[in-house]
């Protein structure tokens, strides 16, 4: 079967023509904007609904997941949901035909991982969008991997490698430059204990991930070769460690907290959930029980409403400067009458 990525582009006086339409109307100098990102080339609405968007640091392209049949010109080649990356820079959407979840995308936006299926079982891959090559990432194809997170030159990708029943999961890094595998959690001698929520740093160094038998939360070194303990005692999962690996975002059963590695300081935010960490760690994206986004700085604690809907990580890009995230709401932007979720991109300015 052909795993080829699809892409439809369009010109670039479409794409400034999108922009501008998109624009919330009667936005102030230097107000934040909101765009719509969940469209084909053209500015069409999907026809389904889109979600679980994530973004390079500069905010230029975003990947998400979507039911939509139009978002291209060649459709869809049977129903489903598929993996799309658009390029809000000059319009241009690229399908990703064979994803079974959103890609993370290096920091220029040409290199995008994801899960799909293997022989057998489930396993990760790497494309590359320049020239459409795709690999499987994830070890042996007899074997399980999931979870995918890549660093910003798009050389590591931190996974879930799983031998069940015979090996418990673990944390592994793929090298695409040398095409060798690492493996970075430090194992327990618990079959029953398994390792998830990998998170890596920009620089592929550092990588984050929990112990699903304890609730243990570790950071691995990989040049260094040490394992540092960041959670607070309670049962805890990663929600991600921020690009310059100072800053690593945790959930436990009171609420969400974040520690700055270097110094130790710990954050609590009970009644909200962190949701992503900005590249520089220093904004993180908060949601409250009414489903309301806010980006609010680490230090100074200023908040920024954002909008309301749902998020992930990898949502922020860099210094906060945008953040996109899927709703319902059909008041965002104007001409908004489809009916389902889509995906947006709000930018501080």
């Known amino acids: ?70 978002l291209v010109p060649e459709g869809i080649t ?45 396993n990760v891959f790497l494309t590359d969008l320049t020239t459409g090559t795709r690999i499987r990432v994830g070890g042996d194809a007899q074997d399980s991997a ?51 929520n990998a998170s890596v740093s920009g620089d592929g160094r550092q990588v984050a991930y929990q112990d699903n038998g304890t609730g243990d939360v570790w950071v691995a070194d990989r040049t260094t070769g040490t394992q540092t303990e960041a959670d607070d005692g309670t049962p805890s999962t990663v929600v991600q460690l921020s690009a310059d690996g100072r800053v690593l975002a945790m959930d436990s059963a009171d609420g969400s907290y974040v520690r700055e590695l270097r110094t130790g300081r710990v954050q609590h935010f009970p009644g909200v959930r962190v949701l992503a960490v900005s590249p520089d760690g220093q904004r993180l994206l908060l949601r409250d029980g009414q489903s309301n986004l806010t980006l609010r700085t680490l230090r100074g604690g200023h908040e920024t409403p954002v909008g309301r809907g749902s998020a992930g990580e990898r949502s922020v890009s860099a210094h906060g400067r945008s953040v996109v995230y899927a709703t319902e709401d059909a008041d965002v932007v104007p001409g908004d009458t489809n009916g389902v979720y889509d995906v947006f991109q709000w930018r501080s300015r």
């Open 1 to 70: 079967m052909s795993r080829a990525v699809r892409v439809s582009s369009v010109s670039l006086s479409a794409a400034l023509l999108l922009t501008l339409t998109a624009t919330t109307a009667g936005a102030e100098p230097h107000a934040p904007r909101v765009h719509r990102v969940s469209t084909a080339a053209d500015g069409t609405q999907a026809d389904g609904a889109s979600t679980a968007a994530t973004t390079t640091p500069n905010g230029r392209f975003v990947a998400f997941r979507s039911s939509a049949t139009n």
């Open 146 to 196: 999931g979870s995918p997170d890549i660093s910003a030159n798009g050389r590591y990708i931190a996974y879930t490698w799983s031998g069940h029943p015979q090996f418990p999961t673990r944390i592994d890094v793929y090298d695409r430059e040398t095409g060798t595998h690492e493996t970075v959690s430090a194992g327990p001698a618990d079959s029953a204990r398994d390792m998830g």
């Open 78 to 122: 049977h129903p489903g949901t598929y993996a799309y990356i658009r390029d809000l820079r000059t319009g241009e959407v690229t399908k990703i035909e064979a994803a079974l979840s959103t890609p993370r995308l290096s920091a220029d936006g040409r290199w995008a991982t994801y899960t799909d299926w293997g022989i057998r079982k489930i």
